[in-house]
């Protein structure tokens, strides 16, 4: 599996559930927000990309106490793909969402990350070339 690291390693089972991953979100306040959310709906694990984000005072602030109750995991934005990869490998369908100013796109990754694998350009630089914009 992609290499990740469990940061909040709660008592809750990781093993079923939503995984929300949040690693190409870098903003501090939205990353909090997220991490409140995520124990609102019993997300089964939170992915960021660099548990140096939760040491950070406006991080323990907004996310109030969740970040004490929830997995939490660190996935590089370099490993992305490669996590998302073995993510749908174990079964997990994925849903790709991206907010803008101008835009929300959601959108069903069937296929999608099949074709990554497939790109002869490495999977990040593919991903990243292949948004949606």
Known sequence: ????DTIGGKSQDSSDGLIL????????????????TCEIFAVS?????????MEDKEFETLSVTSHKWINIEEVLPNNLVAF??????AGYT?????????LLVVCFYSGY?????KS??????W???SRLR
Do not use: Q
């Open 1 to 4: 599996m992609a290499e990740s």
């Open 21 to 36: 991953v949040a690693s190409l979100v870098d903003r501090i306040p939205n990353l909090g927000g997220l991490c409140r």
């Open 45 to 53: 694990r939170f992915i960021i990309g660099s548990k140096r984000y």
């Open 84 to 89: 998302l990869l073995e993510t749908k490998k």
């Open 94 to 102: 994925l849903l790709g969402a991206e907010h803008t100013a101008e």
């Open 113 to 117: 990350f099949e074709a990554a694998e």
């Open 120 to 125: 002869t350009t490495s999977p990040n630089t």
């Open 127 to 129: 991903l990243e070339s």
